[in-house]
Protein backbone atom coordinates (compact mmCIF):
# COMPACT_ATOMS: atom_id res chain seq x y z
CA UNK A 1 0.00 0.00 0.00
CA UNK A 2 1.77 3.32 -0.63
CA UNK A 3 2.45 5.76 2.00
CA UNK A 4 0.85 9.29 2.49
CA UNK A 5 2.46 12.22 4.06
CA UNK A 6 0.04 15.11 6.01
CA UNK A 7 2.20 18.26 4.91
CA UNK A 8 1.23 22.05 5.69
CA UNK A 9 0.94 24.33 3.15
CA UNK A 10 -1.23 26.76 2.73
CA UNK A 11 -2.96 29.06 -0.54
CA UNK A 12 -0.53 27.09 -2.63
CA UNK A 13 -0.78 23.53 -2.11
CA UNK A 14 1.89 22.81 -4.10
CA UNK A 15 4.32 25.09 -1.89
CA UNK A 16 4.69 22.34 1.51
CA UNK A 17 6.62 24.63 4.18
CA UNK A 18 6.51 22.98 7.55
CA UNK A 19 10.52 22.35 8.73
CA UNK A 20 9.56 18.82 9.69
CA UNK A 21 7.46 17.89 6.69
CA UNK A 22 10.93 18.87 4.80
CA UNK A 23 12.62 16.70 7.30
CA UNK A 24 10.51 13.91 6.12
CA UNK A 25 11.02 14.21 2.80
CA UNK A 26 14.15 14.12 2.75
CA UNK A 27 14.15 10.87 4.83
CA UNK A 28 11.55 9.51 2.66
CA UNK A 29 13.70 10.43 -0.53
CA UNK A 30 17.33 8.60 1.38
CA UNK A 31 15.52 5.42 1.46
CA UNK A 32 13.74 5.62 -1.70
CA UNK A 33 10.49 5.36 -0.81
CA UNK A 34 7.81 8.41 -2.01
CA UNK A 35 4.66 9.49 -0.48
CA UNK A 36 1.30 10.68 -1.79
CA UNK A 37 1.54 14.39 -0.43
CA UNK A 38 -2.20 15.23 1.63
CA UNK A 39 -2.21 18.68 1.91
CA UNK A 40 -2.90 20.49 5.09
CA UNK A 41 -3.63 23.57 6.65
CA UNK A 42 -3.22 25.24 10.16
CA UNK A 43 -6.92 24.91 10.62
CA UNK A 44 -7.74 21.71 9.91
CA UNK A 45 -6.53 19.55 12.75
CA UNK A 46 -9.49 17.66 12.69
CA UNK A 47 -8.24 15.71 9.86
CA UNK A 48 -5.24 14.13 11.66
CA UNK A 49 -6.98 13.91 15.31
CA UNK A 50 -7.82 9.95 14.04
CA UNK A 51 -3.72 9.72 14.33
CA UNK A 52 -3.31 10.75 17.91
CA UNK A 53 -2.02 14.52 16.54
CA UNK A 54 -2.41 18.12 16.35
CA UNK A 55 0.46 18.76 14.22
CA UNK A 56 2.32 17.69 10.88
CA UNK A 57 3.85 15.47 9.48
CA UNK A 58 1.74 12.38 9.97
CA UNK A 59 2.79 9.65 7.93
CA UNK A 60 0.68 7.02 6.65
CA UNK A 61 1.68 3.76 5.96
CA UNK A 62 -1.19 1.24 5.50
CA UNK A 63 -2.61 0.95 9.09
CA UNK A 64 0.03 2.74 10.75
CA UNK A 65 0.38 6.20 11.29
CA UNK A 66 2.85 7.75 12.81
CA UNK A 67 3.44 11.77 13.55
CA UNK A 68 6.39 13.93 14.59
CA UNK A 69 9.23 14.02 12.06
CA UNK A 70 11.60 12.72 14.88
CA UNK A 71 9.10 9.42 15.15
CA UNK A 72 8.88 8.97 11.67
CA UNK A 73 12.62 9.16 10.57
CA UNK A 74 12.56 6.08 13.29
CA UNK A 75 10.60 4.14 11.64
CA UNK A 76 11.32 4.44 8.41
CA UNK A 77 14.67 3.21 9.86
CA UNK A 78 13.60 0.23 11.79
CA UNK A 79 10.61 -0.57 9.57
CA UNK A 80 12.16 -0.38 5.96
CA UNK A 81 15.95 -2.08 7.12
CA UNK A 82 16.64 -3.16 3.38
CA UNK A 83 16.96 0.61 2.35
CA UNK A 84 19.90 3.26 2.79
CA UNK A 85 20.34 3.96 6.10
CA UNK A 86 19.46 7.69 7.73
CA UNK A 87 21.81 6.90 10.79
CA UNK A 88 24.87 4.69 9.90
CA UNK A 89 24.24 3.19 12.98
CA UNK A 90 23.04 3.16 16.79
CA UNK A 91 25.88 5.78 16.93
CA UNK A 92 24.30 7.49 14.05
CA UNK A 93 21.01 7.73 15.58
CA UNK A 94 22.20 8.36 19.18
CA UNK A 95 23.91 11.58 17.51
CA UNK A 96 20.56 12.06 15.82
CA UNK A 97 18.48 12.86 18.60
CA UNK A 98 21.29 15.47 19.65
CA UNK A 99 21.17 16.93 16.14
CA UNK A 100 17.22 17.00 16.38
CA UNK A 101 17.14 19.26 19.49
CA UNK A 102 19.73 21.42 18.26
CA UNK A 103 17.97 22.04 15.09
CA UNK A 104 14.61 22.78 16.78
CA UNK A 105 16.21 24.97 19.60
CA UNK A 106 19.14 26.71 17.33
CA UNK A 107 18.60 26.62 13.86
CA UNK A 108 14.85 26.66 13.76
CA UNK A 109 14.25 28.82 16.77
CA UNK A 110 17.62 30.90 15.66
CA UNK A 111 15.54 31.68 11.69
CA UNK A 112 12.04 32.12 13.25
CA UNK A 113 11.91 35.44 14.35
CA UNK A 114 13.87 36.47 11.20
CA UNK A 115 11.22 35.53 8.84
CA UNK A 116 7.81 35.04 11.22
CA UNK A 117 6.37 37.85 9.52
CA UNK A 118 6.55 36.45 5.78
CA UNK A 119 4.52 33.07 6.76
CA UNK A 120 0.74 35.12 6.91
CA UNK A 121 0.85 36.45 3.62
CA UNK A 122 1.30 32.51 1.86
CA UNK A 123 -2.14 31.60 4.08
CA UNK A 124 -5.75 31.86 3.64
CA UNK A 125 -7.08 34.14 5.63
CA UNK A 126 -8.30 32.17 8.32
CA UNK A 127 -5.33 30.19 8.58
CA UNK A 128 -3.24 34.10 8.40
CA UNK A 129 -5.41 35.29 11.17
CA UNK A 130 -4.86 31.72 13.51
CA UNK A 131 -1.43 32.18 12.98
CA UNK A 132 -1.39 35.58 13.64
CA UNK A 133 -3.11 35.27 16.75
CA UNK A 134 -1.25 32.32 18.28
CA UNK A 135 2.62 33.68 17.39
CA UNK A 136 1.97 37.18 18.48
CA UNK A 137 0.75 35.86 22.01
CA UNK A 138 3.97 33.42 21.92
CA UNK A 139 6.04 36.69 21.25
CA UNK A 140 4.15 39.18 23.01
CA UNK A 141 4.16 41.75 20.67
CA UNK A 142 3.22 41.80 16.29
CA UNK A 143 5.17 40.35 14.17
CA UNK A 144 6.24 42.88 12.19
CA UNK A 145 8.01 44.10 15.78
CA UNK A 146 9.21 40.60 15.94
CA UNK A 147 11.12 40.82 12.45
CA UNK A 148 11.94 44.46 13.13
CA UNK A 149 16.05 45.25 12.36
CA UNK A 150 16.65 41.71 11.01
CA UNK A 151 18.85 42.79 8.99
CA UNK A 152 21.55 43.51 12.25
CA UNK A 153 20.09 40.44 13.99
CA UNK A 154 21.19 37.98 11.73
CA UNK A 155 24.47 38.22 12.29
CA UNK A 156 23.81 36.67 15.78
CA UNK A 157 22.06 33.53 13.75
CA UNK A 158 24.63 33.14 11.86
CA UNK A 159 27.38 33.13 14.38
CA UNK A 160 25.24 30.31 15.95
CA UNK A 161 26.03 28.00 13.21
CA UNK A 162 29.90 28.25 14.06
CA UNK A 163 29.87 24.07 15.08
CA UNK A 164 27.96 23.48 11.89
CA UNK A 165 30.74 25.66 9.71
CA UNK A 166 33.45 24.32 11.32
CA UNK A 167 32.00 20.99 10.24
CA UNK A 168 32.04 21.96 6.95
CA UNK A 169 35.02 22.96 6.52
CA UNK A 170 36.51 19.43 6.61
CA UNK A 171 33.66 16.97 5.43
CA UNK A 172 31.59 17.93 2.66
CA UNK A 173 28.18 17.07 5.06
CA UNK A 174 27.48 16.39 8.73
CA UNK A 175 26.72 12.79 7.67
CA UNK A 176 30.02 12.69 6.26
CA UNK A 177 31.04 12.28 2.87
CA UNK A 178 27.48 11.78 2.02
CA UNK A 179 24.46 13.31 3.93
CA UNK A 180 22.19 11.43 6.34
CA UNK A 181 19.21 12.33 8.61
CA UNK A 182 21.33 14.93 10.75
CA UNK A 183 21.32 17.10 7.31
CA UNK A 184 18.15 16.61 6.54
CA UNK A 185 16.89 17.88 10.23
CA UNK A 186 19.16 21.40 9.47
CA UNK A 187 17.93 21.04 5.64
CA UNK A 188 14.89 21.25 6.78
CA UNK A 189 14.90 24.34 8.50
CA UNK A 190 16.62 25.95 5.43
CA UNK A 191 14.54 24.64 2.75
CA UNK A 192 10.93 26.13 5.32
CA UNK A 193 12.63 29.68 5.07
CA UNK A 194 13.41 29.80 1.41
CA UNK A 195 9.83 28.29 0.60
CA UNK A 196 8.09 31.22 2.90
CA UNK A 197 10.75 34.27 2.95
CA UNK A 198 12.80 36.46 0.64
CA UNK A 199 15.04 37.16 3.31
CA UNK A 200 18.67 36.25 3.30
CA UNK A 201 19.82 33.70 5.96
CA UNK A 202 23.20 33.04 4.65
CA UNK A 203 26.15 34.94 3.14
CA UNK A 204 27.00 33.28 -0.34
CA UNK A 205 30.92 33.04 0.75
CA UNK A 206 29.57 31.38 4.43
CA UNK A 207 30.56 27.08 3.78
CA UNK A 208 26.66 26.63 5.16
CA UNK A 209 25.28 28.13 2.07
CA UNK A 210 27.57 25.80 -0.27
CA UNK A 211 26.41 23.05 1.80
CA UNK A 212 22.58 24.15 1.55
CA UNK A 213 23.12 24.36 -2.11
CA UNK A 214 24.18 20.84 -2.40
CA UNK A 215 21.06 19.89 -0.89
CA UNK A 216 19.36 21.91 -3.18
CA UNK A 217 20.32 19.39 -6.07
CA UNK A 218 19.87 16.16 -3.97
CA UNK A 219 17.30 13.83 -4.94
CA UNK A 220 17.32 14.80 -8.38
CA UNK A 221 16.57 18.44 -7.10
CA UNK A 222 13.57 17.99 -5.24
CA UNK A 223 13.76 20.36 -2.80
CA UNK A 224 14.95 22.96 -5.43
CA UNK A 225 12.30 22.20 -7.62
CA UNK A 226 9.60 22.99 -5.10
CA UNK A 227 8.93 26.45 -5.42
CA UNK A 228 10.50 29.30 -2.96
CA UNK A 229 12.43 32.35 -3.09
CA UNK A 230 16.11 32.83 -4.60
CA UNK A 231 18.16 33.26 -1.14
Known amino acids: MALKLFELVGIDQERPFSPFCWRTRMALAHKGLSAE ?7 EKDAIVPHQSEKVPVLIDGETSVADS ?7 EDGYPDRPSLFGGEGGR ?3 RMMNWWGDVIVIGGMFPLIVADIPTHLRPVDAAYFRRTREARFGKPLEEVVAGREKSVEGFRRSLDPMRLTLKTQAYLGGAGPNYADYIVFGAFQWARVISTFKLLAEEDPVYAWRERLFDAFDGMARK ?3 YQV
Not at 37 to 43: A, K
Open 37 to 43: SIPWRFT
Open 70 to 76: WAIANYL
Open 94 to 96: AMG
Open 226 to 228: SPG
